[in-house]
């Protein structure tokens, strides 16, 4: 599956990557997204503004609706 990467702390360095789709754990959902908007923290990412810590890589986006597939 797809996923956007935040992959480096310098502005701009984001990029869309093939990641391995996940398993979900006992207390998650798995979701087949079906529609994304883009938040005001994806910018700070992107332009690296973030104000808290961040292990990266990382994936962005939390900003979605979609259909529950997979039940943990
Ligand atoms: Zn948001």
Not at 32 to 51: A, H
Request: glycine fraction near 12%.
């Amino acid at each position: 599956m797809k996923a956007l990467v935040k992959y480096g702390m310098k502005p701009g360095e984001v990029e869309l990557r093939e990641v391995e789709k996940p398993a979900a754990g006992p207390d998650d959902v798995i979701m087949r997204v079906k529609s994304v908007g883009v938040c005001g923290s994806d910018i700070e990412f992107w332009q690296n503004r973030i104000t808290f810590p961040v292990n990266i890589p990382v994936t962005l986006g939390h900003e979605f609706a979609g259909i529950v597939e997979e039940v943990g």
